[in-house]
C-alpha cells in the first residue's frame, strides 16, 4: 500500500513503487500459471532434462488445473445468471431500468472476469466512468490498482495507473503514466514522462478532476479472503507445489514410457547384429532378424530396468486427493460424468457441500458489493442526468446455484408442499419455472382457468 500518494509520484521516484514490487511480482507469477506458461514459475520442470536431450524430446506435461479452479468458482456464481431485484414489480420503471442497466453494461459478465481475477489474484475490481451520457464499467487488472490508505490503514484514495510506450526521441525510450485517482464524488486525471529505467521525470501539473455527484468512489473491490492481517490470498499459492509435482511426476513416466517403446538393443560383438562402415566404426545393423547365439553366451535383448510406474500412479493419485482437499473441490467438480445420469439434485449437493460452502462464502463477500455497485453506478447516471436513469433506493440479488436443475425432483417436491397447503398457486409455478410478472400472472389465469373447467366437466 502507499501512504503518501504525492510523495510516491515525486520526480525521481520509480514507478511503481518499491513498496508494490512483491505484489505485482506475484501476479505476474499467478497470470503465468493461469496462461499455462508453468516452465517461467516452475522452473525446476526444465532440470528434469539432460542439456544432450534433443529439443524435440523435451516435452513438458502441463496441467492447467490453476486456470480450471479460477473458473469453476466463476462458473458457480454467475454460469447460472443471478437476478438483480430493484423493485418487487417488475413491470415497473426503476426495474425496468435497472435490467436495462444490466443488459447494456454487461454486467454479470464483467463479475464473471473479476471473479477470475479474484481467485488467480486475490482480489479483484470493476471500475466506472461516463461516455456518451452513459456509465461504462470496465474490469480492472490488479497489477494498475494502487491503494493510498491513512495512518490507520484504512483506504483513502484508490488509484488506476498504467504505464504506456510513447516510442523513442533523439534514441531515448519516451514512456507516459497515466494516472486516474477515485475519491468520494470526484475523478482525478494525471499524466507524468516516465524514463527508460523507470524513474518518473515530470509531469502531474495540470489535472483533470471530474465531480461524479455521488458519495462514493467509482470504483469496487471484492477480495478472496478477509482475513484480520489484511493479507490477499490466492487460490493458487497453496496449490503451486502439489500441481509442480504432479507436472514432474507425469513428465517422468512420459519420459519412461517413450524410453521403453524405443528401448535401446544390446547384443555380443560376434554375434552378427553389427556390421562395420567404410570408416571403421561398428554400427547395429537394423535389417538383421536373427542372430547366432553360441553357447554360453548371452543371447541379444532390449535395455529396460523397473520403471515403478505403480508407485508413480499411487503418489498422483494421493497428490489428487490433496489438492482436492486444499482447493476445497472434489472429483464431482470436473468429472460429474463420471456420477451417472440417475444422480438426483439432492445426492448432487451432499458431494458437492464443501465446494458449495465456498460458493456461500464467496457470495457472503460478493452480494453487498455488487448491491452498493449498482446503487452507485445507478445513481451516478441518475446525477448526470442519463435519459431514463432512476435512482434506486435499494437493490436485492437473487442467486442461482449454478448446479444442473433436476425437475423431476422439483416437481416431486412442489407436489409433496402443495398437497400439505404449505405453498400456494403462485408459489407453485415461481418454483417449477422461475415466473415472474406478467408471464407469473397469465400462467396463473391460465391454470385457475383450466382447474375451474375441470371442475364442473360434465361427468364428473
Not at 177 to 192: A, F, M, N
Not at 405 to 430: H, M, P, Y
Not at 435 to 447: C, I, N, T, V, Y
Amino acid at each position: 500500500m502507499i501512504r503518501d500518494l504525492e510523495a510516491a509520484l515525486a520526480v525521481g521516484q520509480p514507478w511503481p513503487p518499491e513498496s508494490e514490487k512483491d505484489r505485482l511480482q506475484r501476479y505476474e507469477e499467478n497470470e503465468h500459471l493461469f496462461d499455462g506458461e508453468h516452465t517461467k514459475v516452475f522452473r525446476a520442470l526444465l532440470d528434469l532434462f539432460s542439456s544432450q536431450t534433443a529439443e524435440y524430446n523435451k516435452i513438458i506435461l502441463i496441467l492447467n488445473l490453476h486456470r480450471r479452479i479460477s473458473t469453476l468458482w466463476a462458473d458457480f456464481l454467475f454460469g447460472e445468471i443471478p437476478r438483480a431485484i430493484g423493485d418487487e414489480d417488475p413491470e415497473s420503471k426503476k426495474q425496468k431500468y435497472l435490467s436495462a442497466f444490466i443488459d447494456r453494461t454487461e454486467y454479470w459478465k464483467l463479475q464473471h472476469a473479476r471473479q477470475i481475477d479474484v481467485s488467480r489474484f486475490g482480489h479483484g475490481f470493476i471500475e466506472g466512468y461516463m461516455e456518451d451520457g452513459m456509465v461504462k464499467l470496465q474490469v480492472v487488472h490488479p497489477g494498475r490498482y494502487f491503494g493510498v490508505v491513512d495512518e490507520y490503514g484504512r483506504t483513502k484514495e484508490h488509484v488506476v495507473a498504467w504505464l504506456e510506450d510513447l516510442g523513442y526521441v533523439d534514441h531515448i525510450q519516451q514512456r507516459k503514466l497515466r494516472v486516474r485517482i477515485h475519491r468520494p464524488g470526484q475523478i482525478e486525471t494525471r499524466e507524468y514522462v516516465v524514463s527508460a529505467s523507470g524513474y518518473i521525470m515530470g509531469g502531474g501539473e495540470a489535472p483533470t478532476i471530474e465531480e461524479t455527484g455521488v458519495d462514493r468512489p467509482l470504483i469496487f473491490e471484492v477480495r478472496n479472503l478477509h482475513t484480520s492481517s489484511g493479507k490477499l490470498i490466492d487460490d493458487y499459492k497453496d496449490l503451486d507445489s502439489i500441481v509442480k509435482r504432479m507436472e514432474a511426476r507425469l513428465t517422468r513416466i512420459g519420459r519412461i514410457l517413450d524410453v521403453h517403446s524405443e528401448p535401446m538393443f544390446y547384443a555380443n560383438e560376434d554375434s552378427g547384429a553389427f556390421i562395420k562402415t567404410e570408416s571403421g566404426a561398428w554400427v547395429f545393423d537394423g535389417k538383421r532378424k536373427a542372430f547366432a547365439v553360441e553357447e554360453g553366451k548371452a543371447a541379444p535383448g532390449y535395455v529396460t530396468w523397473d520403471g515403478q510406474l505403480s508407485g508413480a500412479f499411487a503418489e498422483i493419485d494421493a497428490l489428487i486427493r490433496q489438492l482436492y482437499i486444499i482447493s476445497e473441490t472434489c472429483a464431482a467438480c470436473f468429472e460429474p460424468a463420471e456420477l451417472g445420469a440417475q444422480i438426483s439434485g439432492t445426492a448432487l449437493r451432499l458431494m458437492l457441500f464443501v465446494p458449495l460452502k465456498k460458493v456461500d462464502r464467496l457470495k457472503l463477500v460478493v452480494d453487498p458489493i455488487i448491491r452498493a455497485e449498482l446503487q452507485t453506478f445507478t445513481a451516478f447516471e441518475a446525477a448526470r442526468g442519463s435519459t431514463g436513469a432512476e435512482k434506486l433506493e435499494s437493490i436485492g440479488i437473487q442467486w442461482q446455484d449454478g448446479l444442473p436443475e433436476d425437475f423431476k425432483e422439483t416437481v416431486a417436491n412442489v407436489v409433496l408442499l402443495k398437497s400439505q397447503g404449505l405453498i400456494w398457486d403462485e408459489q407453485a409455478l415461481r418454483m417449477l419455472y422461475h415466473l415472474e410478472g406478467a408471464s407469473l400472472q397469465g400462467a396463473l389465469e391460465k391454470l385457475q382457468t383450466q382447474n375451474a373447467g375441470e371442475m364442473f366437466m360434465p361427468g364428473s
